[in-house]
Every structure is written in C-alpha cells, then in structure tokens.
C-alpha cells in the first residue's frame, strides 16, 4: 500500500479522459457499487466518460509509480453557474486507506473555490464509512435523503493564498509524477 504523501496529485488534461476511464474500470464490484450507487457495467463507465462536458468538469488524479490509481471528479452545477458543484472520489482498493480518498477530496475542494463554488455537494450510501469520514473531517452536514447520504460542504471564497496553494500542488504534483515514470523505466 503506498500513503498520500508519496502520491502525485493533479489535474488531468483533456487528453487524459482514458487513463481515468482506465482507473473506473479497475475499480472492485463493491466499489463500483458505491461510487455510483448500483450496479455499473464497463460500458456504463464508457459512457459516464465520453458524456463529461470539459467545460463543467474537472478531474484531480491521483498517481502511484506513474500510473493513475485515484481520482476525484468536480462537476459545476452548470456552464454560468458555478456556485455549487458535485464530487465523487475513488481509489483503488489496493491504494484505500492511505489517506488518498482525503487528500483527493481537500484538493477537489480547493480546485472548486477557486473558481467560485461556495458550496460542494457528495453524495454516498449510508453503508460508506470512509466517504462519511472524510465529509465530516471537513465539517461536511451530512442528512439522510431518500437512502443516499447527502454531505454539503461549505467553502469561504477564493482568495490568493488558495489560488496559488492549488498551483503549487499542482505543480508539485507535475514534478513528482515526471520523476515517478522516469524511476519506473529505470527500475
Ligand atoms: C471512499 C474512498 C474514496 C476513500 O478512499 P481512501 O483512500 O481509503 O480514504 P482515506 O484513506 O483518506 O480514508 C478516509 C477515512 O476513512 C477511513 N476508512 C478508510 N477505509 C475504511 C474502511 N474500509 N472502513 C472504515 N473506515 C475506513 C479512514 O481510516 C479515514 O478515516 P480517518 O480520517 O478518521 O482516519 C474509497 O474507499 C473508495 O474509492 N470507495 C469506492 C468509491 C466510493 O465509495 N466513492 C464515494 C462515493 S462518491
């Protein structure tokens, strides 16, 4: 199992759609089940990444050894309206319980106060600790709605510091991901 802190974070560019399609794919039944909430087909998954409209979506990765292990999807409510946005988090099981699912989600967060969201809704099944965890880590209200879990989390307005928080990280990110696939041709 590899921790959060050897991971690298950042945003995929457009041309990334597959390598998250990839990681989806690679995710167990059960966590499909979760971060869907039913049962979802490879073609399913197909289909929820060809439909992801660029302009409204952004997608943090998270990368292990060069590879994409984890991911945290925002969707802003629409194309004018970017006041309130929608997140999914998933990690694959062998990388859980390292602190990824957290730092992805504080991450997604920061990507969606910074261009203007004041608050962020996450949605899980009432059976999905971890995800009700790290919502009430981040001070998340969290109510049960027609057996789904609805978590709001508020955020304060963007401000410099966080602006350039999430250029560092992704940055940093950037970096460590570069020297991740040049130690795994080596290896
Ligand atoms: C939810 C998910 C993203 C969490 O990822 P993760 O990398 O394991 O998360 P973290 O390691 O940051 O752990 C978050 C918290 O959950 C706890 N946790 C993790 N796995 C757990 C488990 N199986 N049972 C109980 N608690 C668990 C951790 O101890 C941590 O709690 P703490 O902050 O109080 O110490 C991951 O389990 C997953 O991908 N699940 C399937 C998809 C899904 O459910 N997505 C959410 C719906 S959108």
Redesign the pocket.
């Known amino acids: 199992m590899s921790k959060a802190h050897t991971c690298a974070f950042r945003k995929l560019r457009s041309g990334e759609r597959s390598l998250y399609r990839d990681h989806l794919h690679a995710?167990s039944p059960t966590?499909r089940h979760?971060?869907f909430h039913g049962f979802t087909s490879d073609e399913t998954i197909d289909q929820h990444v060809a439909r992801m409209d660029p302009r409204r979506t952004q997608i943090i990765g998270a990368f292990v050894d060069g590879r994409l292990h984890?991911a945290a999807e925002i969707v802003f409510a629409s194309l004018t309206d970017r006041s309130s946005a929608e997140l999914?988090?998933?990690?694959e099981d062998p990388?859980?319980?390292?602190?990824?699912?957290?730092g992805l989600t504080r991450r997604a967060l920061r990507v969606a106060q910074n261009r203007g969201a004041r608050f962020v809704w996450?949605?899980?099944l009432p059976e999905?600790?971890?995800?009700r965890?790290?919502a009430s880590?981040l001070h998340g209200q969290l109510k049960l709605a027609d057996a789904t879990i609805d978590a709001r989390l508020q955020l304060a307005p963007a401000t410099l510091r966080s602006r350039l928080q999430e250029q560092l990280e992704d940055g940093l990110g950037t970096m460590r991901l570069l020297s991740q696939v040049a130690l795994a041709r080596v290896a």
């Open positions: 995710l966590d979760l971060r984890g999914a988090v998933s990690v990388y859980q319980r390292a602190g990824v699912g957290g996450m949605y899980c999905n600790e971890p995800m965890r790290i880590s």
